[in-house]
């Protein structure tokens, strides 16, 4: 950065502007077709163009014929998100031209939708925020396109994959109530989580399964009205969307300050550049021509189907957070952590269930298991080991058989090889020396060879103990307890 | 003498007089022989084959157990997809494409082993009343060429009312089955909205368009169209109801039926002569023992304008898909926006840059109110007065056309080409059972009654239909000039 003095730094323009944000989230739905063909909604990795038949391909006489999965998916979502569902809803035809839109026009929803007026709760630094959600309904997802440049309009040439065309797409639309990027940042982390726990999106931000667009504007604190505001797309992980709001307000202030006006537009966010630029200005603005799609009858949603749907919704992160915290008293941050992932928290239930101390339970979860699970890319369940096993494991710690750093390593040997902890120790001899005379005798050697450090450490010097215990645990191939060696190491040298 | 009927046909296969291959033979050679009439954009050969083959193995397998349909040549509109075979709407901008794929009407034949022996000439994109939109030229209409054979069905019609076929498809979306039926004299059936699947046909308006047939008798209809009808899982507008047994229906008559005649339908604007012809065909109706109503649809004269709005937005929205990228006319320039203005412009015709235009016009921002939702309403409106009517009456009765058919060219401003549809538009809007026959001469040119059902009363239509059929000889006319009425032997 520059440093004139026009040129404010974020908690400058922060101070005297207040961003508005609004997210729309776009989320496919783990249903097994797609939303109006028979075609697999599982794309990934098939030949372009070769999951496709003439429905999604958009051939002329075809008709759709719409998935009640994807309906249910979307209900389901909008439930966990506090929404109303109206009685009916209907859906209509988006009109625009573009290579990876097959018909023309992308059926979606416009003033019928699935659902209305929810919220989503969480928290920013000890602050709780409420963000409203305007809408969640249901549409299809488009081709894709691979092009030279940034823009398709730019391009020399381009070709069309119509693989994901009339995937079963979830839009939710949030109101501009989010007021810092890491507010953004937090509603989309809870919403993901939402959505993955709820079974309807596999949460992937790198492949586009779950997308975000941000609407963002800048007003003076205070106001109430709001700004020109500028669509952000092309954000692919939260740290994107993260940065490129961070950008957005810094750009955005300071033409304020310089008494410019902001041009309503589109802008891309460019990873590589760290920067947003400009897409689509005003002149674009599509007028997307809604009407009702007259291919399907309009939808009309009974009270007992929303209330099955009700309730078979899964237990919610933050109801399973505050059940962890009530159940087991664990502290809200560990709690948090563990429902991260529902496997995890799975994990944890499961382990507790088999005896294991919640503790205990918790920070092997969270520490070595999660490290492990990081490095080798399978998480415990998938694992060789698996709960049973760590559960084993976990046990023989807790009673005392084994110590800690036995554990580690059995726990790093078997992570992904599997077999039983306890079968493992008793072959190998790795349990434990707990025999109290055995223990004193190998104490009583190590002090003998070491008279320097002994002299050492009764001469005040308390790092001089520690190579007393590494010799005993040394000599027992580190199968003693630490913390006991070292206490009889200074019963016996204070004498 | 007049050419042969479904039915006659049909007893002729099973006696083993005639085999389907010869039938087929007979039909292309017939339909050859009306080329300069231009009702044919091209045969099915390949398919005809192979379709002939499997109805002779179905007919010496179960004669009894193979329908009516089997064996029985027909020709079908250049909007129905069949796969393997080119359909191209009437339009440059689909020429040459060939779906993967057959729609459920056809397929629905093709099962109950109808032949198909050729793909008719229409208005491009069915949008028309004269078959003067076909970007492959006009059709003649078998009772003088100079004249149309109406539209946008023009081909179908011909090919039926020459003889050359024993029935044809076409569609129906604002009266383009039954105003070719009136102008070629012969039964043309637009059954109520869902009870024919439109998966593969190209849509003009959704909400509008319905696949039926033309026949030379009210029983042919009703074959075809029972061969097709039915719930079909892959268009969510078709009616789950099951489809009434028309067959045991349409012989029933009329006495002791109720029968409308709608006092706008009846007013200024019609030609004397169809005037007369269908004043003539009610009193038959009374003398077979129907009571004549007099009804009011005081909303008929909105409905030309709410046609002109739904069917075009629907349309703006419905050929978008044809941009050049994935089949039909690509016409390649520098740009994206440049490749899609001049494919289209192009590839569509008049009459549909006209309506594309009109329905992008009705459905955009700050217009969509004023245009498109007022149509929505008076729709409603218009539907909810047959509703009335037919508390009252089993059916109504009227002119298919104000007119008889008129000469080519005639018709060159739209409003008044519009205008021919005046009659048949509202029938489409409400969603009902349409049908035309044959019921007399005006200048010597054929005269259609037109018979209107409630929703899913596709037999009651047909029975009054028959009835009229079975005591006059209207539908017995052949054109003066065609092949069949010259003599030649089939
Ligand atoms: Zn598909």
Redo the contacts between chains.
């Keep these: 950065m520059t440093s004139t003095s026009a040129v404010s730094t974020l908690d400058q323009v922060m101070e005297r502007w207040e961003p508005v944000i609004g997210l729309e989230v776009h989320g496919q739905l783990l249903t097994r077709s797609k939303m109006f063909c028979g075609c697999s909604a599982d794309y990934i990795g098939s030949p372009p163009n070769s999951n496709t038949c003439p429905v999604c391909l958009g051939l002329p006489g075809v008709l759709p014929v719409m998935n009640r999965v994807a309906v249910e998916y979307t209900v389901r979502s909008a439930l966990a998100l506090n929404c109303e569902i109206p009685e009916h809803s209907k859906f209509d035809r988006k009109n625009y031209f573009y290579p990876d839109l097959p018909k023309g026009y992308q059926i979606s929803q416009w003033d019928m939708p699935l659902s209305l007026n929810g919220h989503l709760t969480f928290t920013v630094d000890g602050e709780e925020v409420r963000c409203g959600i305007t809408r969640v309904h249901l549409e299809e997802d488009t081709g894709t396109l691979q092009h030279a440049g940034d823009i398709l309009q730019q391009a020399r040439s381009s070709v069309v994959d119509l693989n994901r065309a009339g995937v079963p797409l979830m839009e939710i639309v949030g109101e501009p109530d989010l007021r810092t990027p890491a507010q953004a940042r937090e509603y989309l982390v809870r919403l993901r989580q939402i959505l993955v726990y709820i079974g309807v999106n596999d949460g992937n931000l790198e492949q586009g399964s779950f997308r975000c667009d941000a609407n963002i504007s800048l007003r003076k604190h205070g106001d109430t009205g709001l700004g020109v505001k500028v669509e952000v797309k092309n954000m692919n992980s939260f740290r994107a969307v993260h940065r490129a709001l961070e950008f957005e307000i810094v750009r955005q202030g300071r033409l304020l300050d310089q008494g410019q006006t902001i041009a309503q537009e589109t802008r891309g966010w460019v990873e590589a550049k760290g920067a947003t630029i400009s897409q689509r200005s005003k002149e674009y603005a599509h007028d997307y021509r809604y009407f009702p799609e007259p291919d399907l009858p309009p939808l009309r949603l009974s009270a007992e189907f929303v209330d099955r749907v009700r309730a078979g919704l899964p237990e919610l992160p933050q109801q399973l957070a505050e059940r962890l915290q009530r159940e087991h008293g664990l502290s809200a941050y560990d709690a948090a952590n563990l429902t991260a992932e529902r496997e995890d928290a799975r994990a944890f239930e499961a382990l507790v269930a088999a005896g294991v101390p919640a503790k205990a339970a918790a920070n092997w979860l969270m520490g070595e298991v999660a490290r492990l699970a990081r490095e080798t890319h399978t998480p415990l369940q998938g694992s060789g080991l698996g709960l049973e096993g760590l559960a084993s494991l976990v046990k023989l710690v807790e009673a005392g058989s084994i110590n800690g750093s036995t554990a580690k390593e059995l726990l790093e040997e078997l992570y992904l090889a599997g077999g039983d902890p306890a079968a493992v120790v008793r072959e190998r001899g790795l349990g434990q020396v707990s025999d109290q005379a055995e223990l004193e005798r190998l104490v009583d050697a190590v002090i003998a060879e070491n008279p320097a450090a002994v002299a050492d450490f009764q001469g005040g010097k308390e790092q001089a103990l520690q190579r007393l215990v590494g010799g005993v645990m040394k000599a027992t191939s580190g199968r003693a307890d630490a913390r006991v060696v070292t206490g009889l190491l200074r019963e016996r040298l204070a004498r | 003498m007049s050419p042969e009927t479904v039915g006659g046909l049909g007893a002729r296969l099973r006696r083993g007089e005639t085999t389907p291959a010869e039938l087929a033979a007979q039909a292309r050679g017939a339909l050859q022989s009306i080329e300069d009439l231009h009702p044919v954009l091209r045969y099915t050969d390949a398919l005809t084959e192979r379709q002939a083959g499997r109805a002779a193995r179905m007919l010496a397998e179960s004669p009894e157990r193979a329908g009516p349909l089997c064996g029985i040549p027909f020709a079908y509109k250049d ?3 069949v796969e393997g075979v080119e ?1 191209s ?1 009437g339009s440059r901008i ?1 020429e040459g ?1 060939i ?3 057959t ?1 459920t009407a056809i397929q629905r034949l093709l099962d109950a082993g109808a032949v198909p022996i050729a793909v008719t000439n229409c208005d491009e994109f069915a949008m028309g009343s004269s078959n003067e939109n076909s970007a492959f030229g006009p059709v003649g209409n078998p009772w003088d060429p100079s004249r149309v054979p109406g539209g946008s069905s023009g081909g179908s019609a011909a090919v039926v009312s020459a003889g050359a076929v024993p029935f044809s498809l076409g569609t129906d979306t604002g009266g383009s089955i039954r105003q070719p039926a009136s102008f070629c004299g012969v039964a043309g059936f637009k059954p109520t909205y869902g009870r024919v699947s ?6 003009f ?3 509008l368009d319905q696949i039926g047939p033309f026949t030379r008798s009210v029983e042919d209809a009703a074959h075809v169209f029972t061969a097709m009808a039915g719930h079909d ?5 078709t009616s789950p109801l099951p489809v009434e047994p028309v067959a045991t229906q349409v012989a029933r008559g009329v006495a002791g039926m109720r029968l409308g005649v709608p006092r706008e339908y009846m007013a200024e604007g019609l030609e004397p002569g169809v005037r007369a012809a269908v004043l003539a065909a009610l009193a038959e109706l009374e003398k077979l023992g129907a009571t004549l109503v007099e009804v009011s649809l005081p909303s008929t004269e909105a409905a030309l304008s709410t046609y002109y709005i739904i069917a075009p ?2 349309c ?2 419905n ?5 050049g ?3 039909g006319l690509h016409v390649d320039r520098k ?2 926006t440049d490749t ?1 203005l001049e494919t289209r412009g192009q590839g569509f015709g008049p009459e549909v840059k006209r309506r594309i235009m009109l329905g ?1 016009y009705a ?3 700050g217009y ?1 109110d004023a245009y ?1 939702r007022q149509a929505q309403k008076v729709r409603t409106l218009i539907a909810e007065e047959f509703d009335r009517a037919f508390e009252s009456v089993d059916a109504l009765v009227c002119p298919t056309s104000p007119i008889v058919a008129f000469p080519k060219g005639d018709k060159s401003d739209p409003l008044s080409m519009y205008l021919c549809d005046v009659l048949t538009i509202p029938v489409n809007l409400a969603g009902l059972p349409g049908i035309s026959i044959p019921c007399g001469l005006s200048q010597g040119l054929p005269v259609g009654l037109q018979v209107i059902g409630p929703r899913l009363g596709d037999a009651q239509v047909l029975r009054v239909a028959h009835a009229y059929e079975a005591a006059t000889a209207w539908h017995a006319q052949m054109p003066p000039s065609s092949p069949t009425a010259t003599g030649t032997p089939s």
């Design positions: 909007v129905l997809c359909t709407a689909l494409f779906p993967p794929y729609g439109r998966y593969g046909l190209i849509a308006a959704s909400s899982p892959r268009d969510s507008t937005a629907e703006s929205a050929l978008a898909r044809m941009d990228v994935r089949f740009s994206l899609y992008t459905l955009s921002s969509y498109y």
